[in-house]
């Protein structure tokens, strides 16, 4: 089963607008981390934002925000007052904090959501 | 700290020969990745370490890959013999795991491309 799933293989949104990128995940634990990464054309990937399960507010890192929903196991990245810079692959991931053993650390990443800016 | 440092950045081979892809982490960090991206498969996690010992190497695609971190500082990922199938962008990550909530967030190297021809 899918851990992360990202339904929007792309997205587009004009210069200053803002923009939500969708992510759910699958985990029955009640402890872990969420996570968003920004991957450019140029191949590096960049943090942005992190949310932890008992965070009872919504992330935000100046243009970036998570929206949490618990109940729905959706993360959502709402990046606002896009910019041209913004254009980029973005991946969300997730980090299971319960030791099964072989799983404690691991980061599970979705596919991903190609995000284009147009002015 | 000058982040996750990964050598080559890239790398062309002939089919058939090594590869060897090197990762130096972050000073301090436990946790060490190595994933591999493509168009088709996206982002697969290969392997993962906990204070240099394997915990995970149920991604590694068949015996040809190999991974070692012989100490905290450095790690490698090993093909032999190398085929066109691997050519990919290889990244190797780090991070620290604190429980509690504190933010541990995994810091990626450049990548190391590598093209099998």
């Known amino acids: 089963a899918q851990k992360i799933t990202q339904t929007q293989p792309g997205m587009f949104v004009q210069e200053k607008e803002a923009v939500t990128l969708d992510c759910t995940y699958d985990t029955s634990d009640q402890s872990y981390g969420l996570f968003w990464y920004k991957q450019p054309s140029s191949g590096e990937m960049i943090f942005l934002i992190y949310q932890g399960s008992y965070d009872e507010q919504n992330a935000t890192e100046g243009r970036y925000s998570l929206n949490f929903q618990k109940a729905r196991k959706s993360a959502n990245l709402v990046i606002s007052a896009s910019q041209l810079g913004d254009s980029a692959m973005y991946f969300c991931a997730m980090r299971e904090d319960y030791d099964r053993g072989s799983t404690l650390g691991r980061l599970y990443f979705g596919r991903g959501t190609q995000l284009t800016v147009w002015p | 700290d000058a982040g996750v440092i990964q050598s080559p950045r890239h790398e062309v081979t002939e089919m058939g020969q090594e590869v060897t892809l090197r990762c130096k982490p972050i000073s301090g960090h436990d946790y060490l990745f190595w994933y591999r991206q493509t168009m088709m498969r996206g982002l697969e996690l290969l392997i993962y370490f906990n204070n240099n010992v394997p915990i995970d190497d149920s991604g590694m695609p068949e015996d040809r890959f190999s991974a070692k971190m012989p100490n905290a500082s450095f790690s490698t990922l090993k093909i032999q013999p190398s085929e066109p199938r691997d050519s990919a962008v290889y990244f190797c990550?780090?991070?620290?795991?604190?429980?509690?909530?504190?933010?541990?967030?995994?810091?990626f190297g450049q990548g190391t491309r590598l093209t099998v021809v």
């Open positions: 990550a780090s991070s620290l795991l604190r429980t509690g909530g504190e933010n541990t967030e995994a810091f």
